[in-house]
């Protein structure tokens, strides 16, 4: 497969016109209404933009010529934390001891590999992958932007353009958090691993990342890798590039203790403070992880309404910890999720797992409702990748959406129409059945039309980083 295949690069899926879907559910906000709920007999209509143009609930069979859909309908989901290669990690890295550090070697191993070409391949499967997760837009946090030793390709953006492409193919929306990397750790220079992700300056950054351009599909944004990674004077460059675009800037953010102590003694700062000084914080940013905070740090996020992507399923499996979520959400930060590292991809998980974890470190329970759960995943995740007009059900809206099963034996009771709480607390990815991306179907029955064989595409493109 390449990126300069004419076949390969043609649309995965038409182009929509006017048309009719028909839901038996289908969770919406009704005209004037405040809050979402779960209406009966829903008939969708997407005008030739790909936006809502009508929904009407309670109203009747569905007509003739509609496209029928199953179970509950939701608005798709957002991924806003992906990192596309390390998909290829999954099944070797869960087993044995170890910290996030060990890890960080193994998965080095993995972006050594990647070339324009293999990661065109490897991110069209695992983007497919979320789709048929419902998955409809992610944000991907980009870094691997060179060649091995650091030189640029003929095109100093054929890694991220790869990307770009890749969302194309497998039918869903992208935003390209293209990620300043520039220290292997508080002013070392990079190592063998990460020259690769470095353009050396944070104005060379700035330089390549202008090249590249929104699409229909695509969104272009920034990213700062760490406080480790882009030293502390080079930090205002990229807040100022993002700024000026009114772009999402995205960064991790005191993921591990190791990082924190780091920061204090080279600083005499926590990494929230040092981001704060250099005016990163605000609510066009993302805070991914934020999980050992001070408690001024909170007060440092809640006060700029600074949003906080979670990204439960990979700070667990890397031992990072449980972040303050709920008191971060309750100081008025919103939430986002990711699946970052991919050891599933599945924002079902991701959203069930906010509440569950609250429950082992307060053992209490009923921190969040599932409409709280389902707006993180959903509308607010939309929202901190720049798709404003998508994650939820409503005129005017993108139509972007997924339906879940409710008959299946996970999902399965007299009383899952009645509202969110079996997709949330009960349903996994292998219950969605189908997505709709701008009005495109781009999952059915769940298949993916574009790439049916998805495990299949995954196995290949995985096996091909290994040889």
């Keep these: 497969m390449s990126l ?20 038996p559910h289908a969770w919406l906000r009704r005209e004037g209404g405040s809050m979402p709920a779960v209406e009966d007999a829903v008939r969708i209509e997407v005008d030739a933009t790909g936006r809502i143009s009508s929904l009407t609930p309670d109203s009747g069979p569905a007509p003739a010529g509609a496209t029928v859909l199953t179970g509950l309908a939701l608005p798709g989901t957002a991924n806003a934390h992906s990192h596309a290669f390390h998909r290829a990690l999954r099944g070797t890295v869960q087993v044995g001891s170890g910290t996030f550090w060990t890890w960080r070697d193994t998965m080095y191993r993995a972006a050594d590999a990647l070339d324009p070409d293999n990661y065109l391949a490897l991110a069209t499967a695992v983007y497919a992958e979320m789709a048929l997760a419902g998955v409809t837009s992610v944000g991907e946090f980009h870094y691997v932007h060179h060649q091995m030793g650091g030189a640029p390709y003929a095109d100093p953006n ?95 953010l005191s993921e ?61 499996d890397l031992a990072d910890g449980i972040g303050p979520a709920r008191q971060l959400a309750s100081g008025g930060c ?43 995943a959903t509308e607010d995740g939309h929202a901190s990748l720049g798709w404003d007009e998508a994650g939820r059900l409503e005129r005017g809206a993108l139509a972007d959406f997924c339906t ?28 969605v059945r189908d997505v709709v991306v701008g009005g495109r179907v781009v999952v059915r029955d769940g298949v993916h039309l574009a790439v049916p064989e998805t495990g299949k595409a995954l196995h290949q493109a995985i096996a091909a980083l290994r040889s």
């Design 404 to 431: 879940v099963a409710l008959d299946t034996p996970r999902t399965a009771g007299p009383v899952a129409r009645l509202g969110v709480e079996t997709a949330v607390f009960a349903a996994t990815s292998a219950d």
């Design 256 to 316: 591990q203790v190791a990082e924190n102590e780091a920061c204090q003694s080279v600083y005499g700062l926590t990494p929230t403070q040092l981001l704060a000084r250099h005016g990163v914080l605000g609510p066009r940013t993302s805070a991914v992880h934020a999980t050992h905070l001070t408690s001024e740090d909170q007060r440092l996020l809640t006060d700029t309404s600074t949003v906080i992507c979670m990204c439960p399923t990979t700070e667990r």
């Design 334 to 376: 919103p939430i986002s999720l990711g699946s970052d590292s991919h050891a599933v991809i599945d924002l079902f998980e991701e959203a069930r797992a906010l509440e569950l974890n609250e429950r082992l470190a307060t053992q209490q329970r009923g921190h969040w409702t599932a409409a709280a759960l389902l707006r993180a």
């Design 158 to 252: 054929a890694m991220g353009e790869a990307l770009i492409e890749a969302a194309s193919r497998a039918g869903i929306r992208i935003t390209l958090l293209d990620a300043c990397y520039l220290s292997s750790g508080f002013g070392e220079p990079p190592n063998r691993h990460q020259v690769r992700f470095s353009d050396v300056t944070a104005e060379a950054w700035a330089t390549r990342v202008s090249l590249l351009k929104d699409r229909d599909h695509a969104k272009i944004g920034a990213a700062i890798h760490s406080v480790r990674a882009v030293p502390a004077e080079e930090l205002g460059t990229v807040a100022a590039w993002a700024k000026e675009r009114r772009a999402p800037l995205h960064v991790h």
């Design 4 to 23: 300069s295949d004419p076949v390969a690069s043609e649309p995965v899926v038409r182009e929509p016109g006017s048309s009719v879907f028909w839901a």
